[in-house]
Structure formats: C-alpha cells, structure tokens
C-alpha cells in the first residue's frame, strides 16, 4: 500500500541513484576514458544538462498526466498535499534512469577502448 512514508523514501532513494549514477560517470570519465580535469568537467556538465531536459521533455510530454493530483484520489494517502510527490517520484524516476543508461553507455565505450589497446 502507497502512503505518505513510502513516497517520500522512494524520493529519497532516486534522488540517491541519480547523484550514485553521476558519480559513477564522473568516475568513468575521469579515471577510465582518462579525460583531464577540465575538459571532463565541462563534458560532464554537459551531459548532466543535456540528460536533465531530456527528462523534463521526456517527463513532461509523456507521464505527467499520470501524476496529475488533480485526477487521483488515493485512501491510503490521507494528506493532499503529498500527492505532489508521486510526480517528484515519476520525475527523479525518469532522470535516474537516463542518467544510468548514459553511465552505461559511457562504461560499454570505455571498455571497447581498453580493449582497442
């Protein structure tokens, strides 16, 4: 049963996946593909940006009117105020999921260049 508890933790732990997946890239970027400080910074700066309004459009365009409060009625949540979050959720759920399938694809292509040498 969804109730207030369970929304603001499954909040809390995208919010979670998604810095663990920037981290990750940031890591991949710097240590595997050996970028420089810099110019790893700025490309992932870009990346982070890029994959940020992808998921607004993506969000925005495509499940937002599944997470609209204004057409949900839940009994198990009793305080209005927190359907908000099941659109939070449906956000930092879309963002945590590109910002690791681009970390995925950074990982696949770091391989392939370890494995070129």
Same mark, same amino acid.
Do not use: C
């Given at each position: 049963?969804?109730? $207030?508890?369970?929304? %603001?933790?499954?909040? %809390?732990?995208?919010?979670?996946?998604t810095? &663990?997946? %920037?981290?990750y890239?940031?890591?991949?970027?710097t240590?595997?593909?050996?970028m420089? #400080?810099? +110019?790893?910074?700025?490309?992932?700066?870009?990346?982070v940006?890029?994959?940020?309004?992808? &998921? %607004? &459009?993506?969000?925005h365009?495509?499940? *937002?009117? !599944?997470?609209?409060?204004?057409?949900?009625?839940?009994?198990?949540? +009793?305080?209005?105020?927190?359907?908000?979050?099941?659109? !939070?959720?449906?956000?930092?759920?879309?963002?945590?999921?590109?910002?690791?399938?681009?970390? &995925?694809?950074?990982?696949?292509?770091? #391989? +392939? #260049? $370890?494995? *070129?040498?």
């Amino acid at each position: 049963m969804i109730n $207030e508890a369970t929304l %603001v933790i499954s909040l %809390v732990m995208l919010m979670f996946v998604t810095f &663990a997946s %920037v981290g990750y890239l940031f890591y991949i970027l710097t240590d595997r593909i050996e970028m420089t #400080k810099l +110019k790893s910074t700025l490309y992932i700066m870009l990346q982070v940006t890029g994959t940020l309004l992808i &998921a %607004v &459009a993506f969000y925005h365009f495509g499940i *937002a009117r !599944w997470t609209d409060p204004s057409n949900m009625h839940m009994e198990s949540i +009793k305080d209005y105020s927190f359907y908000y979050i099941i659109g !939070w959720n449906g956000f930092f759920g879309v963002l945590s999921l590109l910002y690791l399938i681009n970390a &995925a694809v950074h990982h696949i292509y770091a #391989k +392939k #260049k $370890e494995s *070129a040498f």
